[in-house]
Every structure is written in C-alpha cells, then in structure tokens.
C-alpha cells in the first residue's frame, strides 16, 4: 500500500490550501484516513480523520471551522481542505491510514500506513 501526498507549499497567513493523498495497492473504501502534522521541533499530532464512507468525521480543536477532510473512494483520494491558515499551522503534514477500524483514532499507532508527507509552511 502507497499513499503519497501533495499540495504542500509556502502561502501566506490567512490563506488556504488543499492537500492530496493518492492512495494505491489497497481500495480506500476499507481505510479509514487521517491527517497528522509535525512542526519543526515538536511531535507529530493528530489534525483530522474520517471514516470508510465519510460519516464520521473528528478534528482537532486547533482546526476547527477552519479544516476540512474529505475523501473519494471512488478515485481512491483523501483531502484536506485548509483554509483561514496561521503561521502555527507550518508543519510536515502526513496522511495515514488504518486497516482494522471504520472510524480512525487520534492516536498515530492505529494507523498502519503511511505518506512520506507534504511540507506547509504559512508566513506571517
């Protein structure tokens, strides 16, 4: 299983962007999908998952109403829709997925596959 991420890139505050994980060797309809990030110096957090069919949705509070995960199983695709960005959301953002529940956890050990992970950086 490949999962490999893209729409990183260098932006300014208070605009948006949308990251991509191209999932391959596996059907999305049985992962459920995550996005985690890790800022310089810090460790890697949970930002957001999503269920197989997309009816359960979690988020960290720090995204909230500014995030937003999505998926296509059909095109084997997960998003995340970032909008409103602060320069605290610079980080490596990694894609996940987990092969053994419906509705994935916060907790990066579910999750047993991984992206090498897509860069964003936000100035000020």
């Known amino acids: 299983v490949q999962l490999v991420e893209s729409g990183g890139g260098l932006v300014q505050a208070g605009t948006s962007l949308k990251l991509s994980c191209a999932v391959s060797g596996r059907t999305l309809r049985s992962l459920a999908m995550g996005w985690f990030r890790q800022a310089p110096g810090k460790e890697r957090e949970f930002v957001a998952t999503?269920?197989?069919?997309?009816?359960?949705?979690t988020y960290t509070d720090s995204v909230k109403g500014r995030f937003t995960i999505s998926r296509d199983n059909e095109k084997n695709m997960a998003y995340l829709q970032m909008n409103s960005l602060k320069p605290e959301d610079t980080a490596i953002y990694y894609c996940a997925g987990d092969p053994a529940h419906e509705i994935g956890g916060r907790n990066d050990n579910t999750y047993s596959f991984w992206g090498l992970g897509t860069q964003v950086t936000v100035s000020s």
């Open positions: 999503i269920s197989w069919l997309g009816g359960s949705i």
